[in-house]
């Protein structure tokens, strides 16, 4: 038998242990971690078994915490696929791993191990390489396995990790545990075939298309089969579940259940992307996506069973960067083939060990501002705050040059990462676009404050007559420890009556709250 896969490669551990560690920290939501988020993919290395947070600490996916400081990529070397996704229009990348609207190209597994070179030595802090689509990776299993083979040769220090709707999964696990992947997502929109019959019109199975709920009933055991088998090897399990109002929306508390019990490790609901230029049955049928409260509600439910991942951003599937950034027209093949490639293993691991640094520094600060909250009275009071960030995990975007704002919930658990609202650019080369601001403040507009590097007079007045206190006192500095400073000035202000608290349900008549008493 293959070593690999009864040891863990990084630690050589029997997997029975590493497995059983995985299990324990499943139940997280219950677990001590002192004053710190007690669940969720922002736990640090107290809150898991060192082997565990071995694999996750530099996955931006897997980590909510990575993800300000490091970077995936995908390869887009899978075109197939074996089955119909009624959000997906074939002429588009995979919708289960991106967002509908972007096309890929194409790449064999030589052009695709010659780009992720090139990639690691101009992005250091890129960590991991996705295979993703733009159809479903196991149904391509040549090139998906050629393509995983040649880069854990040239870089080996690159995590592996592939998204897959899971038909062909049971067929591959073996193989996938010997290229040393050690992070399979798969999607899993129903356990119960008469909703997924609703999902999928067809697969194709033993060399024939089938349909309605036999397809469902298919799909959902070949799932949760390939599920058990990876996670039986100890293979860290993410399950991606598009959340289809009317349909599935309900139902993926009882996917949730599913999972949790078979050993996912995280489960991050996206919301269904649906638009009648999409072409996809659920475009053209008017099939609507959940709103952003919608589908907090949903993954807070979940929240008590498992950890939730809430940063995914549907990235394409030949995306590159941090996630939320985009970097693959950077790196397109005639770019790639004309650059000067040299792996650089020790530089790499110079900049990562510096990026580490800073990351200890931003928790150091983070647990001294926890300290000074929780001697506060903060009386149930939470709130929400917008944060533009271009990554680090500090406060580093222009107010304008914003494509999207993180999301955080300040309470006197301190701030958790809750999300992120896309916006367009307020700032069109040197002016401020109106239209985009009006965007701006309705993606925002449950946020108490919104932190920037810096802003302009005319959009400062505008946020604040709708409710939202810019804040730029705290620009290039981190994050949590910012926010967490500027909760604790908020609950003083709201104790001497200088504004009111208005709940977030409330955030329609928050029209001037920050005019002073
Ligand atoms: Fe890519 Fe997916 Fe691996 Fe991440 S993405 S294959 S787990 S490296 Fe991440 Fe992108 Fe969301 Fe996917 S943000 S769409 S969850
Ligand atoms: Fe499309 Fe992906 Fe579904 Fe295949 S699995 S039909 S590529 S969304």
Known sequence: MDDSSTFDVVTAEPLDDIMQKIAEHKGCGTSSSGGKASCGSSDGPDDMAPE??????????????????????????APACNIQCNYCNRKYDCANESRPGVVSEKLSPEQAAKKVLAVASTIPQMTVLGIAGPGDPLANPAKTFKTFELISKTAPDIKLCLSTNGLALPDHVETIARYNVDHVTITVNMTDPEVGAEIYPWIFWNHKRVTGKEAAKILTDRQMQGLEML????????????????????????????????????????????????????????QRGPSAQELKALQDSCEGEMNMMRHCRQCRADAVG???????????????MEMDVAYDLESRQAYQSAVEQERLAKVAAKEAEMETLSREDVDGLNILVAVATKGNGRI?????????FQVYELSSSGAKFVGHRRVD?????????????ETVIRAINDCTAVFVAKIGHCPKDSLLAAGIEPIDEYAFEFIEQSAIAYFRNYLARVKSGEIAHVARGDADIRQGAFISA
């Open 396 to 404: 580093n975007e222009h107010f304008g040059h914003a494509s999207e």
């Open 231 to 286: 996670t039986e090897r100890g293979i860290l399990c993410k399950i991606n579940s598009v959340m289809i109002p009317g349909i599935n929306d309900q139902h993926l508390v009882e996917v949730n259940k599913a999972v949790k019990s078979r050993g996912a490790f995280l489960h991050n609901i996206m919301p269904l992307i649906s638009a009648p230029e999409h072409g996809t049955v659920f475009g053209l049928s008017g």
């Open 322 to 336: 941090l996630l939320g950034e985009d970097r693959s027209a950077e790196f397109t093949t005639d770019k790639i």
């Open 52 to 77: 565990i947070w071995e694999k996750v600490k530099n996955h931006p996916c897997y980590s909510e915490e990575a993800h300000h400081h490091y970077a995936r990529m995908h390869v887009a070397v």
């Open 425 to 437: 650019l307020y700032c069109q080369g040197g002016y401020g676009e109106e239209d985009s601001l």
